[in-house]
């Protein structure tokens, strides 16, 4: 007996659960079904988004049911469109070998009529959000009075939008002996009094911590100056090429302005807020779960219930203004086990929010610092190398070799990689190289990392390495700074700016220890892989001594070893990515909002100017799919 079946599901549901590929339920499922299918009863159910909810109310509502009565029987209500479809969808996909349930959903900005006709065809389970909800009771156009089973998902977001009025008064049509199920991820008094008036001794479970965020998500933050916030948001986006992310802004126009700017820089992005209309929002949707937009930059309300699984990144481009939102916020990552990193850019005089939603979120922040110019370029340049390592290469080429070849005969092979990535790397070179770093430390992470004032290792003399051992190695920057320390018996001081990334890392030593680093280092193993160390820049008065690693490796392995690690391969991506829609077609929604935006060409402008980041259109574009890697 699987782990579906000792909850008590019957047949049908699980052959669903097979198809969906579910192997064993969550925590919130395991907790909820047996529960909600022993007896009637309400409950209130403490879960994040991305648990599994939907299932734990879905099966049991599915099996108790009587397909046979085409009455309406069950209420779903939620706080989005998008989230109602979604429900909708699942609840279709669960109920797929259970002869004749229908589920209906109802919500704005479609015909209000046609679905009333849905429903009258025979509807046992609608699917709503509360405004069109009301709107139809009002008409007459639904009739809940004897439904048995009433479902209330993201009641905290519900009531966050302002939805009360319209939850009591649906509630208020529906019988008092029916069973309502309440989920939320939190507690606030008014979901509280909502529980209080509408339900009678309801079971209460709790996945994971009341009020804190989940535990796939990470928190880092980000000091910047204020006129920087911007920049800083390229450069996390240029140092994290295979981001996924949500950026949240606070108004509507931050929040079109923002996208319209990322779109300018070439980045594939879109704004998501209420003043697109409803066929611009499906279109930008669309084009986000398509993987088409990279980063969706969206106001909080419109934002809500958005659940899209592997988001790697939540950016907080501005903190919200109720802090409890950003729990909100970081949910939108770190979905059904997978890692996310919720991500604050934060200027001085917003430090001490940070404070208050660590208290509220039951975690702790890491500062880190805005990647400089030379270290995104080095990830972007790993990137690139293994992107040529992995691309499939479609054996048609094979015809134009002996003309290619004719052209490149005359260059080493070490000649003609420099040539290739150059192709596309010399504009991102070009703009960071005139652009300065932006990175702002708290005076804390200053004395904790031992740095003792500002360092911008461009003009410090400093000399940064570049090492293969990372986040994935369980290191994060202070237990490497300690290792580093150890291994190599430097000073409390002599090792610093150590950025920990996943598969590899970053630090600076002054240049007097670089032969010390350079020797004990290359001939470390860590759990048997040897560890491979390379002066990342000759930073001022630091050296580039490539006689000292040239001996050590060869390209292959430092591509190998320190290119962050990405499930599957780039292969397959190319070509996806040349049929699919370029950024300029992706989400409908966008592009009619910036029609005079420069499409073509901007990099170029841009070369020219050099106030402006290279396109990535143009330079890593068109990099595999952003899947994060798990952190695991
Ligand atoms: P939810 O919290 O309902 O929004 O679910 C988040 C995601 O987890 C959805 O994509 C579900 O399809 C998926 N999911 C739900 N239950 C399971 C399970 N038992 N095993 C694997 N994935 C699941």
Redesign the pocket.
């Known amino acids: 007996m699987n782990k579906f079946e000792q909850l008590g599901l019957n047949e049908s549901l699980l052959k669903a659960i097979l198809d ?7 925590e919130v ?1 395991e907790k909820a079904i047996p529960l909600l299918l022993e007896k009637d009863t309400d409950m209130v159910a403490l879960a994040q ?7 734990a109310f879905g099966f049991p509502l599915i099996q108790k049911i009587d397909a046979d009565n085409r009455n309406t029987q069950a209420l779903v209500l939620s706080p989005t469109r998008e989230l109602c479809l ?1 429900i909708t969808n ?1 609840l279709k996909n669960y109920s797929k070998y259970e002869k004749g349930i229908n589920v209906v959903a109802v919500y704005g900005g479609a015909s209000i009529t046609e679905q009333a006709r849905e429903i009258k065809r025979g509807a046992q389970i609608i699917v709503a959000t509360p405004g069109r909800m009301q709107d139809m009771i009002n008409r007459g156009l639904v009739n809940i009075k004897s439904i048995d089973y009433c479902v209330l998902d993201e009641a905290d977001e519900m009531l966050n939008m302002g939805f009360y009025e319209d939850i009591v008064s649906i509630l208020s049509d529906t019988p008092d002996e029916k069973s309502t199920w309440l989920f939320s991820a939190t507690m606030p008094q008014e979901v509280a009094r909502i529980a209080k008036q509408f339900m009678s001794e309801p079971l209460e479970i709790t996945v994971g911590t009341k009020n804190s965020g989940s535990a796939t998500v990470s928190h880092e933050f980000y000091l910047v100056n204020a006129r920087d916030r911007y920049e800083a948001l390229k450069r996390l986006a240029d140092a994290n090429p295979d981001i996924f992310s949500v950026v949240f802004c606070r108004t509507k126009r931050d929040t079109q302005a923002i996208a319209e700017k990322l779109i300018e820089d070439g980045y594939s992005a879109a704004a998501l807020h209420g003043d697109l209309s409803q066929a611009q929002r499906d279109g930008v949707m669309k084009s986000f779960r398509g993987r088409q937009i990279q980063m969706l930059v969206a106001t909080d309300v419109a934002a809500r219930g958005i ?1 899209v ?1 592997n988001v790697t990144h939540v950016v907080n481009y501005q903190l919200p203004d109720e802090i409890e939102t950003y729990n909100h916020r970081s949910g939108r990552t770190g ?2 086990g997978k890692l996310g990193t919720s991500i604050v850019i934060v200027t001085k005089s917003e430090l001490r929010k940070i404070s208050s939603i660590e208290r509220i979120i039951k975690q702790k922040f890491e500062e880190k610092s805005i990647p400089s110019g030379i270290e995104i370029c080095e990830i972007q340049l790993l990137h690139l190398a293994n992107k040529i390592k992995d691309t499939e290469v479609d054996h048609e080429i094979d015809n134009y070799l002996p003309a290619i070849n004719n052209v490149l005969e005359d260059l080493s092979k070490e000649e003609l990689i420099k040539k290739m990535v150059s192709v596309e790397f010399n504009r991102f070179i070009t703009y960071y190289k005139k652009n300065r770093d932006i990175s702002v430390q708290s005076s804390n992470e200053r004395r904790e990392r031992g740095d003792s004032e500002p360092r911008e290792f461009n003009n410090n003399g400093a000399v940064r390495y570049f090492v293969n051992i990372g986040s994935r190695d369980n290191f994060d920057w202070m237990t490497l700074k300690d290792y580093l320390k150890e291994t190599l018996e430097l000073g409390r001081d002599d090792v610093f700016k150590v950025d920990v990334k996943e598969g590899f890392s970053f630090f600076n030593t002054d240049p007097e220890h670089t032969d010390k680093v350079m020797d004990i280092l290359n001939n470390v193993q860590l759990e048997g892989r040897r560890i491979n160390v390379e002066i990342s820049k000759n930073d001022g008065g630091g050296r580039r001594d490539h006689n000292n690693r040239g001996g050590r490796r060869d390209s292959g392995r430092r591509d190998g070893n320190f290119a962050p690690r990405r499930e599957g391969s780039g292969g397959g991506f190319r070509s996806d990515r040349s049929s699919a829609p370029r950024r300029e077609g992706s989400g409908g929604g966008f592009r009619s909002e910036r029609n005079s935006a420069p499409r073509e060409g901007g990099f170029r402008r841009s070369e020219g100017s050099s106030d402006r980041a290279p396109r990535r259109s143009e330079s890593f574009g068109d990099s595999p799919r952003p899947r994060r890697p798990r952190r695991d």
């Open positions: 969906l590929g579910f192997e064993n339920p969550s499922q988004t991305g648990t599994g909810k939907t299932a979604q699942e659940d699984d979905r059904a």
